[in-house]
C-alpha cells in the first residue's frame, strides 16, 4: 500500500477542505461541471464545463508556519477551450460542452492537456511567463516599428521581470474525424499517441499529426436499423501501449490488442456477467449499460461502472467480476420513476485510490460512495455547503428504505434525483478527492493529525 493510503473506514477521517463555485442562485447551465481530472503529480487539478471553459487550479506551497496544513488548490488558469457551433451539412448544433480532459506527463516546465467536447480534441499548452524582453533595435517599446534611418546602435536586447502571466495556448487540434459524439478520449502510455472513442467508432492518433487519424475499432453496421449496441467508455492500459478497453451499452467489456490486426474488430478477451433470468425486467438493458471503464494503477484489473453497481474484473478471468459493490440498490424499486425522469439515462463515473485499494463512485442527492476492496466496507458522504466549515468532518449518510426511520437517516421518497455527483476525481497519491456537484467543486482530504 502507497504510504498515507490506510485503510479507509479505520483510519480515514473525510473533512471539508474547500468549495469552489456560486451559490445556487445564480447558476446557469453553462456553469455545471462535466469533467474533473488531476495530473500526474495531483499539483494541479482541472475542471472542464458545460460551457466550453476549462479551469485549472493549483496546489499552494505549504506555508512553514503550519506545517501540518496542507495547501489549498487556487485558480491557476481560466480559458475558453471550446466553442458553440454548427454543422450546416447535418443541420446540427454542436455544442462546447467539454467532455473530457486528459493530461499528459510533464516534461518540461510547461503543461500540456487534451481537451474534447462532441467532435473535436484539443492539445493545450499551459505555460509561466514572468520576464519579458526589452531593447529591441528595430522597434519601441510599445512594439512600433523604428524609422531604419534612426537606428544608430546596436542594443542587446535584455529580459525584465514581469508580473506571472498564464498563457494557455491551443497547440493542436483534431478534428473531422467522428461522425458520432465523442465520449472518451485516453492517452498511451507510448506518450505518442491518443486514442478518441464515439458511439460507433474508436480512432488511434498521433500527437503530432492532425489531419489524419486511423479507425482501429468500427461495430457500426452496414444496415443501422441493425444496430444493437454502442460504445460507451474506452481506455488504454497503463502500461502496455498496444492494449486497450472499451464498454458497451449492453454491459461487456472488450480488451483489444493493436498487434494483432490493424482494425481491431476481434477482441483478445471478453467480459461479461451472465444475466440471473429472475432479475430479468424491462429494464434490465438500460441498467445494465456501462457508463464509465477505468484500468487499475497496477493494470491488473478494470473497474466498470453500470448504473446501480461498480464492479472490479480481472484481466485473467472473464465470465465474471471478482467484486460487485451496490452503489444505491435501494433505487431498484424506484426504476420506473426513474426512467421516466430520464435519470436512468445517467452516465455516472467512477475512480480508484492511488493505492487501487479504494474506489469511488457517485450518487443522487450529491452522495457519493467509497468501498474498501481490503476490508469490504463502505461509506456514503454528501457533497453540501452545509458541512463546509473548513476541517468539518463529514459524518457518513444513510438512506433508509420502508420501516422507521432513524434521525439521522434520509429516506428514499425525499431523495434529491436533480443533485447528482457524476464526476469524481482522486488525488495519484494522497487522500485528497474532488467532487463536482453540479456547478460546485468540493474537495475533501483526509484528517491531518
Request: net charge negative; hydrophobic share 35%; glycine share 4%.
Amino acid at each position: 500500500m502507497t504510504p498515507g493510503f490506510g485503510s479507509l473506514m479505520q483510519d480515514v477521517l473525510w473533512c471539508f477542505s474547500q468549495v469552489k463555485g456560486t451559490i445556487d442562485a445564480g447558476v446557469t447551465e453553462s456553469d455545471i461541471i462535466s469533467t474533473v481530472e488531476f495530473n500526474h503529480t495531483g499539483e494541479l487539478l482541472a475542471t472542464g464545463d458545460k460551457g466550453g471553459r476549462v479551469v485549472i487550479f493549483q496546489r499552494e506551497q505549504e506555508s512553514k508556519n503550519q506545517p501540518h496544513r496542507r495547501g489549498e488548490y487556487n485558480v491557476y488558469s481560466t480559458f475558453q477551450s471550446h466553442e458553440p457551433e454548427f454543422d450546416y451539412l447535418k443541420s446540427l448544433e454542436i455544442e462546447e460542452k467539454i467532455n473530457k480532459i486528459r493530461w499528459l506527463p510533464q516534461q518540461n516546465a510547461a503543461y500540456f492537456l487534451l481537451s474534447t467536447n462532441d467532435k473535436t480534441v484539443k492539445l493545450w499548452k499551459v505555460s509561466e511567463r514572468d520576464k519579458r524582453p526589452e531593447g529591441y533595435n528595430l522597434k519601441d517599446e510599445d512594439g512600433r516599428l523604428r524609422d531604419p534611418s534612426m537606428i544608430t546602435v546596436l542594443r542587446v536586447p535584455v529580459l525584465r521581470p514581469m508580473d506571472l502571466m498564464v498563457e494557455a495556448t491551443p497547440r493542436r487540434v483534431f478534428a473531422n474525424a467522428h461522425t458520432y459524439h465523442i465520449n472518451s478520449i485516453s492517452v498511451n502510455s507510448d506518450y505518442e499517441t491518443y486514442m478518441s472513442a464515439d458511439d460507433l467508432r474508436i480512432n488511434l492518433w498521433n500527437f503530432e499529426i492532425t489531419n489524419q487519424s486511423f479507425n482501429i475499432v468500427d461495430i457500426k453496421p452496414a444496415n443501422m436499423e441493425e444496430l444493437t449496441e454502442v460504445i460507451t467508455a474506452a481506455e488504454f492500459h497503463p502500461h502496455h501501449c498496444n492494449t486497450f478497453v472499451y464498454s458497451s451499452s449492453k454491459g461487456t467489456i472488450r480488451l483489444c490488442d493493436m498487434r494483432t490486426a490493424a482494425l481491431c474488430d476481434r477482441h483478445a478477451k471478453f467480459f461479461e456477467e451472465p444475466e440471473d433470468p429472475s432479475n430479468r425486467s424491462f429494464f434490465s438493458e438500460i441498467i445494465s449499460s456501462i457508463s464509465d471503464v477505468k484500468f487499475s494503477h497496477s493494470g491488473r484489473y478494470i473497474m466498470t461502472r453500470d448504473y446501480l453497481t461498480v464492479k472490479v474484473w480481472d484481466l485473467n478471468m472473464e465470465n465474471r467480476p471478482i467484486e460487485t459493490y451496490q452503489v444505491h440498490d435501494y433505487l431498484r424499486s424506484k426504476l420506473c420513476s426513474l426512467y421516466e425522469n430520464d435519470c436512468i439515462f445517467d452516465k455516472f463515473e467512477c475512480v480508484w485510490n492511488g493505492s487501487d485499494s479504494v474506489i469511488m463512485t457517485g450518487s443522487y442527492n450529491n452522495f457519493f460512495r467509497m468501498f474498501d476492496r481490503n476490508t469490504k466496507r463502505d461509506v456514503t458522504l454528501e457533497a453540501s455547503r452545509e458541512n463546509s466549515k473548513p476541517r468539518a468532518i463529514l459524518k457518513p449518510r444513510k438512506v433508509c428504505v420502508g420501516g422507521k426511520r432513524r434521525k439521522d437517516e434520509i429516506s428514499v421518497d425525499s431523495l434529491d434525483f436533480s443533485k447528482k455527483i457524476l464526476h469524481t476525481a482522486w488525488h495519484p497519491s494522497e487522500n485528497i478527492i474532488a467532487v463536482a456537484a453540479t456547478n460546485n467543486l468540493y474537495i475533501f482530504q483526509d484528517k491531518v493529525n
